[in-house]
């Protein structure tokens, strides 16, 4: 595990946190991919069993893992975009550092969960301009979301992430900040999954999220479990949803060639 410098010169003139970014070394043969990892959280904390978790999942089947630990909310001060600028950032920084990690430069998926699931469709969708810093070869070859949200709230939990990113009633109009109806052509292939009970994100946006990326002949594979709290991570207590794992790593090699 090797901490990294994100940004030399860091934008936003905020009292943020400044973000982390962390390496973890693949284990045994290493393969020449690489996935960066944004925890969830719900703009206001960091998983870390969604962040460090994962990493030490995927290194330990030979991937290049990089947990970037973005900018959250720590007052009343709306957040947005500094999570996306350190997303796209992070994947930048990959991408130009990959030739010394042995890292194809196509070869970049972006993962989250949660309020990083979110984070990641923004990243694979939206594409505008933030203020440039972050560098301009930042979309991932394929995303991995995990139980994340992806269009407009509906209910009040999902309104007040939202709010914690945007400030409030602001996501109104932002469509930004609901990936689901930026899915294009550019939009990378994507490996979904959720749970049908979820209580805290509602199944609907994986399903709303699928079917944009169907409506664009963006290749994806989509995992919707009976039974299973949210912020589950790896699930390694609930075996039926823990083979989300597997089933991603089957992806990475057959349905992406990584």
Not at 8 to 36: H, W
Not at 153 to 173: A, F, H, Q, T
Not at 233 to 248: D, F, I, R, T, Y
Request: hydrophobic share 40%; charged share 20%.
């Amino acid at each position: 595990m090797t901490a990294l410098k994100l940004w030399e010169g860091i934008p936003g003139s905020t009292n943020q946190d400044l973000p982390r970014f962390t390496y973890y070394e693949p284990a045994g043969c290493a393969k020449d991919a690489a996935v960066v990892i944004f925890p969830g959280g719900g703009y206001v904390g960091l998983a870390r069993h969604e962040g460090a978790g994962y990493a030490e999942f995927l290194a330990d089947a030979g991937y290049h893992a990089f947990v970037c630990e973005y900018r959250i909310k720590t007052d009343d001060t709306p957040i947005f975009p500094l999570p996306l600028l350190d997303a796209r950032r992070a994947v930048t920084w990959v991408r130009s550092h990959a030739k010394e990690y042995g890292i194809d430069p196509h070869k970049i998926a972006a993962m989250g969960s949660s309020a990083g699931g979110h984070l990641t469709a923004m990243l694979s969708t939206f594409t505008g301009s933030l203020d440039g810093s972050e560098g301009g070869d930042y979309l991932p070859d394929a995303s991995v979301i995990c139980y994340g949200v992806t269009d407009e709230p509906l209910d009040d939990i999902i309104r007040e992430c939202y709010d914690n990113l945007m400030g409030s009633g602001v996501w109104k109009d932002g469509s930004v900040i609901t990936p689901a109806k930026m899915v294009g052509p550019h939009t990378p292939p994507a490996f979904l999954w959720h749970t049908s009970d979820d209580p805290v994100v509602n199944v609907i946006y994986c399903y709303r999220y699928a079917e944009a990326l169907r409506r664009n002949n963006i290749p994806h594979e989509v995992h919707v479990f009976p039974h299973g709290s949210h912020g589950l991570g790896l699930a390694a207590g609930n075996p039926s949803v823990g083979q989300w794992g597997g089933l991603l790593l089957r992806w990475f090699t057959e349905g992406l060639g990584w």
